[in-house]
């Protein structure tokens, strides 16, 4: 069932139902692309040009926040929010324990410690129940992750930051256009921080990131931050860095932030039709979501819990469905953080889920013939 790319190097491989397959959108909308990408070019603006201010624009409109401000990376926005509100050493923060490792970077390379906490295993998102038990009088912010595609209730958190004295981080970086009652994730908190990875909902073609803010001085503060601490050349306000979102990136995201809702349809109808064609499956369980939230959750990725989760990812990929793990180490388990102790056993249910879980194919563009392909291989691994 896979087949060898055609003029390609012999021995490539092409799946027949790939993870994501971001040439296929390329494709569609090259033109455009490459139109945006030559003018860059063309107009030699490649730092902090104009398509870097009209996409930061763009995305405060779309957001509803005042101010965007655009950085190299995911990593780098929540690491630069989380510095510019003035997280440092001896501070603790919380964060789930099943996330991408980057939320606990951000934290860990500002001399703070990454503070994990347990996951709801219906929506798979920091559980307050456990984040409250982990606090100490050292805890200073909360950095909720919006994980694949799903907004956190926010006013629970707004309301258990506020009660405990706590910063509010938002990672956003799996869930541009997400919505909690009607309000879009990343502008509930202090800051909002997303990636443009090229595989996210809105990607660009290399690495990206921004802040939201309401605040205006922290948007200030990072203004100058991103740019070796200057605003202007040769005033340098602070010991800022080089972390910029360039103009072609910039360039890229201009022409796609307006399919970004379509996009995101897209993605849920994907994942209703996983789900109605999988429930009652015996040994797979579906992620819980309300099937007619279209505006709200965003659908990153498509998550389902499974018995021998390795064996039907061994069987899916022999069939050539690409699928994925989110995340196969839970944050406390890293080798990288095992200076802090933490616990094996101390996550009951992100270290369960972390065995469990896998992500199927997921994209805007993916046919109904590989959906149907997925769901056929599942349930026959399942021998329903
Ligand atoms: C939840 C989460 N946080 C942070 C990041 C880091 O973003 P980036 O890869 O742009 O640095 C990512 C994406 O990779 C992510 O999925």
């Known amino acids: 069932m896979v087949r060898r790319g055609k003029r390609q190097n012999p021995v490539t491989i092409v799946a027949v139902v790939p993870f994501v397959d971001l040439k296929k959108q390329y494709i569609l909308h090259r033109k455009v692309l490459d139109g945006a990408i030559q003018a860059v070019c063309e107009s030699t603006e ?85 984040a409250k038990k982990r606090l100490t009088s050292k805890t200073r912010a909360i950095i909720p992750v919006h994980l694949y595609g799903r907004c956190h209730d926010m006013d629970a958190v707004m309301h258990f930051a506020k009660e405990h004295g706590l910063l509010v981080i938002e990672d956003a970086c799996q869930a541009h256009g997400a919505m909690w009652r009607g309000k879009r994730a990343g502008t509930f908190g202090d800051a909002g921080c997303f990636s443009f990875y090229p595989s996210k909902n809105l990607g660009g073609f290399g690495d990206g990131g921004l802040v939201a803010t309401a605040d205006p001085n922290l948007a200030h503060k990072l203004k100058a931050l991103r740019n070796y601490g200057a605003l202007k050349k040769n005033c340098h306000e602070s010991p800022g860095e080089n972390s910029r979102l360039d103009s072609i990136q910039a360039a890229v995201l201009n022409v796609k932030l307006p399919f970004l809702d379509e996009w995101n349809r897209a993605r849920f109808r994907v994942a209703r039709r996983y789900a109605e064609r999988l429930e009652g499956i015996g040994g797979v369980r579906m992620p819980v979501f309300d099937h007619n939230d279209e505006a709200g959750h965003v659908f990153h990725l498509f998550v389902i819990q499974c018995e021998k989760r390795d064996e039907l990812l061994a069987c899916l990929n022999g069939k050539g469905i690409q699928a994925g793990i989110h995340y196969p180490v839970p944050i406390h388990l890293h080798q990288a953080f095992a200076a802090f102790d933490f616990s094996r056993g101390a996550y009951p249910v992100a270290e369960k889920l972390s065995t469990e879980i896998l992500s199927l194919p997921i994209f805007p563009e993916i046919t109904d013939d590989q959906i149907e392909y997925v769901a056929a291989a599942v349930e026959e691994f399942y021998g329903n």
């Open 46 to 130: 490649f730092i902090l040009g104009p398509e870097v201010s009209r996409f930061e624009q763009g995305f405060a409109a779309y957001l509803g926040v005042p101010e965007t401000v655009g950085v190299a990376s995911g990593t780098d926005a929540l690491r630069l929010a989380a510095g510019a509100l003035g997280i440092g050493p001896g501070d603790e923060v919380l964060l789930p324990a099943n996330t991408f490792i980057a939320t606990a970077l951000a934290a860990y390379s500002l001399g703070a410690s990454p503070v994990p906490v347990d996951i709801d295993p219906a929506t798979y998102l920091m559980d307050l129940s456990d």
